[in-house]
């Protein structure tokens, strides 16, 4: 029987690539140029998935939220400058691209980073390496966890959202998979734990990239 998944989308922080760093310093540049009080990389891994603004929110106190476009603007100076150099694959994450390749799936990215970010950190972490399609948060479609971006991806490759698999880390990708109406899968070496994988649908747990190929392989 033929397997049911034609196409495999990414989340990226997280889930392809280790970006707890950069955030965190990006992050922590911009609230000392404010001279606001750093936060901790925990609390960052906790603040990843919606959106540069909705992190930078979060990151200032109550009384600071008049400074949110501001830390916003810093946070991306900072990434931009230095976010690719402090950024890395998750081991087997390659391996797992090449094999995806071999048996000729197509291959798509989705991040709530924004647009110009996403793009130049595939293409720094995995040059050479050809996604069907790249897309980070843009200002005229609404983020993760609504489906509008996923589903644009599904209908520009001409695949319908059941035979995709969505590879995500945190529970803003299980909803936005299970709204879309792919198949979630939930990244366990990424920022979440299992328990926030789960409650919010994720139909399959897997702790190495590598296993991906045994989901794909039983889903048939």
């Excluded at 793009?119 to 489906?147: I, N, Q, T, W």
Aim: with cysteine; glycine share 6%.
């Amino acid at each position: 029987m033929t397997n049911q998944f034609q196409a495999v989308l990414f989340d990226l922080d997280g889930t392809l690539a280790d970006t707890l760093d950069a955030i965190a310093k990006a992050g922590n540049s911009a609230l000392n140029k404010l001279d606001r009080p750093e936060i901790s990389r925990h609390r960052y891994r906790n603040l990843v998935g919606q959106g540069v603004h909705w992190l930078m929110t979060q990151a200032l106190s109550n009384n600071d939220q008049q400074l949110v476009p501001q830390a916003v603007e810093l946070f991306l100076e900072y990434y931009g400058e230095h976010g690719d150099a402090q950024t890395r694959p998750y081991d087997g994450v390659i391996n797992l691209l090449n094999e995806l390749n071999r048996r000729r799936l197509i291959q798509a990215v989705l991040s709530n980073k924004p647009h110009d970010a996403t793009r130049s950190c595939v293409s720094s972490l995995f040059a050479g390496y050809s996604f069907d399609h790249v897309a980070g948060a843009k200002p005229d479609v609404p983020l993760k966890p609504e489906p509008d971006a996923a589903i644009d991806i599904a209908n520009r490759l001409g695949v319908v959202p059941h035979r995709w698999l969505f590879l995500g880390d945190t529970n803003i990708d299980m909803l936005t998979a299970n709204s879309a109406g792919m198949y979630p899968v939930g990244a366990l070496w990424g920022f979440r734990d299992a328990a926030e994988l789960r409650d919010s649908g994720a139909k399959t747990l897997i702790d190495h990239p590598m296993q991906l190929l045994d989901v794909l392989d039983r889903r048939t």
